[in-house]
């Protein structure tokens, strides 16, 4: 049987407004627990909730970056239930009308462009936190949390592998970054995900019973959790059972998901607008003013990646990544005089994986994009080799000299390019191998390929790397006869 898997993504982000959604207590990540809750965060008798305009104004950026129809006016309601990081007995969210409608963002996946919808986006207030490690047998409660601006982004069940999935989700992540209206730091809660999933047999038209994987919080576990879920469903059903609506967790020790609540056991959440808030009526001058204010946005940076500095696609997808990481991009290629692809393998290869392997940012990146663009050209103009280019990479990494000239000159490791120097060199490596050279001579052209990379190698050894290798080739090619 041939199975169609179907997903859907809710992504909560929480927006980077300085104070909550709908009083003035500090949204600062890993206060002391309950500094920063005021009686409107804590829903006391008679106090009025007042909205935020920046949170406003983050998710008109969202739905202009998703291209999408704005909601002129948005209503606030009340989402009840009970649970203890929630003292008002309920959350205050969107429902009917959201403050952005139907929209769209385009991914990227094996090298193919699909264009994912978007459903909507509507704010909301995040709820506390149950603590439970540090007590036991109690659970703490911090409401530092509660009334955190939240937008929830609703996707249309589009995605048809965790793979796209999760460049959905990256491709959310990144914009939300672009825009500017969250850190998007997963580890800490910024951004987090819920993944719906069901299967059907292929060319089915219906879709099958979904199950909703809450709170998934990285790429990796989204991408693990949805095949889990996956190959669960397709058990289940290829062994007659049936699949259940239901809320599932998902366990990454055992790569798992377990179901938290069936459709049956679902909430009724008896939404209602909320009395204490006007509607929200967008002012189109405020809108244009937004939209003018638009940075490029990933795609578009992505597609003129491509265009002007005619990047390979898989190139400029990993740049456009982050924003900041293509800002690093464009720097090093001005300062490497236009030179586009070295900057980007540089770029992809030493600085991501350096940054990587000591947990840094681009942002803190030891190496400069002018210190980069400065060894690239030497390595451009024949001073120094592409070997010799790693070390002097690793020394500016290190903070050893101010730029690649001064590393180069201190440490002395400018690239011979004398030839009668070379020859030199060629010389005594012939002499000190003469049953080599005589094999050598010997052997078939076929056959002379890995010894003729025997000398180079010596030569490049006797001039601790300096030689030209271009030059060493076409020397000892002469010599060697
Ligand atoms: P609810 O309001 O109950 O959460 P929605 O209709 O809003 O349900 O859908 C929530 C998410 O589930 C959306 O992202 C949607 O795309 C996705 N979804 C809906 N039906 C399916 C399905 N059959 N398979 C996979 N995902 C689905
Ligand atoms: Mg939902």
Redesign the pocket.
């Known amino acids: 049987m041939t199975w169609e898997v ?5 992504i909560h982000v929480q927006l980077n407004t300085k104070s909550k959604i709908f009083s003035g207590s500090s949204t600062a990540f890993g206060a002391a627990p309950n500094t920063q809750a005021s009686l409107i965060d804590l829903g006391m008798p008679g106090v009025l909730p007042v909205l935020n305009k920046e949170a406003v104004r983050n998710a008109v950026r969202f739905g202009l970056g998703i291209n999408a129809e704005l909601g002129r006016k948005s209503v606030f309601a009340r989402k009840n239930y009970f649970y203890p990081d929630l003292p008002k007995g309920y959350q205050i969210s969107q429902m009917d009308l959201p403050i952005v409608g139907k929209g769209f963002i385009d991914i990227t996946v094996d090298e193919k462009i699909k264009r994912v919808n978007i ?1 909507r986006a509507h704010l909301e207030e995040d709820a506390g936190k149950s603590l439970h490690e540090d007590f036991s047998g109690m659970t703490g409660i911090d409401l530092n949390r509660a009334g955190t601006p939240l937008l929830e982004i ?4 589009d995605m048809r592998s965790a793979k796209e999935a999760v460049a959905y989700a990256k491709a959310i992540h990144a914009l939300i970054r672009y825009l500017d209206i969250s850190d998007g730091n997963m580890a800490e809660g910024s951004m987090r995900c819920d993944c ?3 299967i059907r047999q292929k060319g089915e038209e219906k ?4 199950r ?1 994987i809450k709170n998934v919080n990285s790429f990796k576990f989204i991408e693990k959790a949805i095949n889990s879920e996956i190959e669960w469903q397709i058990d289940e059903l290829e062994s007659g059972r049936a699949i259940h609506q239901a809320t599932v967790l998902y366990n990454p020790d055992t790569n798992k998901t377990r179901a938290m609540r069936s459709k049956e056991e679902a909430n009724d959440y008896r939404y209602f607008p909320d009395p204490d808030l006007l509607p929200v009526v967008l002012d189109e001058g405020m809108i244009e003013e937004i939209r003018a204010q638009l940075p490029e946005l990933p795609v578009a940076k992505r597609e003129r990646f491509i265009r002007d500095y005619q990047l390979p696609e898989y190139d400029a997808g990993v740049l456009v990544s982050d924003r900041e990481l293509a800002d690093f991009f464009e720097a090093t290629v001005k300062a490497a005089n236009g030179a586009a692809k070295p900057a980007s393998n540089w770029i992809m290869m030493d600085v991501l994986g350096a940054l990587n392997r000591t947990e840094t940012d681009i942002s803190a990146s030891p190496i400069s994009a002018a210190q980069l663009g400065g060894l690239i050209n030497r390595i451009n103009d024949n001073t120094i080799s592409g070997k010799i280019g790693k070390q002097v990479f690793q020394a500016l990494w290190d903070g050893a000299g101010a730029s690649a000239d001064e590393i180069i000159e201190t440490q002395g490791l400018k690239q011979e390019s004398d030839s009668g120097a070379i020859e030199a060199l060629i010389d005594s490596v012939i002499a000190a191998n003469p049953q080599q050279v005589e094999q050598y001579r010997a052997a078939e052209e076929a056959k002379r390929g890995k010894m003729f990379g025997f000398f180079v190698g010596q030569v490049m050894k006797v001039s601790q790397g300096k030689a030209n290798p271009g030059q060493v080739n076409e020397l000892l090619k002469k010599k060697l006869g």
Request: glycine share 12%; net charge negative.
């Open positions: 179907v997903i859907g993504l809710e459903t609703v996707s249309e069940p719906n999933v069901s879709f099958g019973t979904r909703e």
